[in-house]
């Protein structure tokens, strides 16, 4: 979409695939990233319209930086963004697009899929252990969480009051369950094809899971591959495991 703001000429999202963290969204990026009538960045999660001020994403400092992710997107192309967090900053997010986009902000389409809280929540624990940041047991981040220290594995999962403000500040908002999209992820790919207009294509294996959650094999491991690439190739051509 095409947009006029302070005087720039932007390139910028058709749709936003907006939440909820751990609930099946990096599987429908890569999904709809198949699909040549829609452009998706390689980077899958902006995250620019969380903070316009303080980017989430350094890389992105402008709105101009926003707006190149899409530049080689082709005439007739949908472009989309998948932040999974855009509706735990859901203040941020719908002030910040009805600021940039406008009038046009009743153009744009919102997909959200919800998780059950308390699963989505242990799926994102697991997530954080793959991924060396959380050290703590799954009740010790709850219960601080609960107490608004450390990361929000409660907040993230509040649904409510987010999902009432988008459906008030959006007239084209879907919202799917996750656990559907698990049962039968064809049908819910395929409602959203409806959605944006665009031909339903069989790629595959729609059940394909994208960004599973799940605890490394070894700690020890995870944390050099995170610190050191290099150190943990010769590690498994010296020591393989």
Same mark, same amino acid.
């Given at each position: 979409?095409?947009?006029?703001?302070?005087?720039?000429?932007?390139?910028?999202?058709?749709?936003?695939?907006?939440?909820?963290?751990?609930?099946?969204?990096?599987?429908?990026?890569?999904?709809?990233?198949?699909?040549?009538?829609?452009?998706?960045?390689?980077?899958?999660?902006?995250?620019?319209?969380?903070?316009?001020?303080?980017?989430?994403?350094?890389?992105?400092?402008?709105?101009?930086? /926003?707006?190149?992710?899409?530049?080689?997107?082709?005439?007739?192309?949908?472009?989309?963004?998948?932040?999974?967090?855009?509706?735990?900053? /859901?203040?941020?997010?719908?002030?910040?697009?009805?600021?940039?986009?406008?009038?046009?902000?009743?153009?744009?389409?919102?997909? #959200?899929?919800?998780?059950?809280?308390?699963?989505?929540?242990?799926?994102? /624990?697991?997530?954080?252990?793959?991924?060396?940041?959380?050290?703590?047991?799954?009740?010790?981040?709850?219960?601080?969480?609960?107490?608004?220290?450390?990361?929000?594995?409660?907040?993230?999962?509040?649904?409510?009051?987010?999902?009432?403000?988008?459906?008030?500040?959006?007239?084209?908002? /879907?919202?799917?369950?996750?656990?559907?999209?698990?049962?039968?992820?064809?049908?819910?790919?395929?409602?959203?094809?409806?959605?944006?207009?665009?031909?339903?294509?069989?790629?595959?294996?729609?059940?394909?899971?994208?960004?599973?959650?799940?605890?490394?094999?070894?700690?020890?491991?995870?944390?050099?591959?995170?610190?050191?690439?290099?150190?943990? #190739?010769?590690?498994?051509?010296?020591?393989?495991?």
């Amino acid at each position: 979409m095409k947009i006029l703001y302070e005087g720039k000429d932007l390139t910028l999202p058709d749709f936003f695939i907006a939440g909820a963290v751990k609930s099946g969204t990096t599987s429908l990026y890569y999904y709809f990233k198949k699909y040549k009538e829609i452009y998706f960045p390689e980077i899958k999660e902006p995250s620019y319209f969380s903070d316009m001020v303080n980017p989430h994403n350094k890389e992105l400092a402008t709105i101009g930086d /926003y707006s190149n992710l899409f530049s080689e997107a082709k005439t007739g192309q949908l472009i989309g963004d998948a932040s999974p967090g855009y509706i735990y900053y /859901y203040e941020n997010f719908i002030r910040n697009i009805q600021s940039v986009y406008g009038k046009r902000a009743s153009e744009l389409k919102i997909i #959200i899929v919800l998780r059950n809280p308390a699963d989505r929540a242990y799926s994102n /624990y697991l997530a954080r252990i793959r991924d060396g940041l959380e050290e703590r047991s799954f009740l010790e981040a709850i219960n601080d969480s609960l107490n608004e220290t450390g990361y929000d594995y409660v907040g993230l999962g509040m649904y409510s009051g987010q999902i009432k403000a988008i459906l008030k500040s959006f007239p084209q908002v /879907y919202v799917y369950l996750f656990d559907d999209f698990k049962g039968n992820p064809q049908s819910v790919q395929f409602d959203i094809c409806d959605r944006l207009n665009i031909q339903t294509l069989d790629y595959g294996n729609a059940s394909a899971v994208f960004n599973k959650s799940g605890v490394p094999k070894s700690i020890f491991l995870d944390k050099i591959i995170l610190n050191n690439q290099f150190d943990f #190739i010769l590690l498994q051509r010296d020591f393989p495991f």
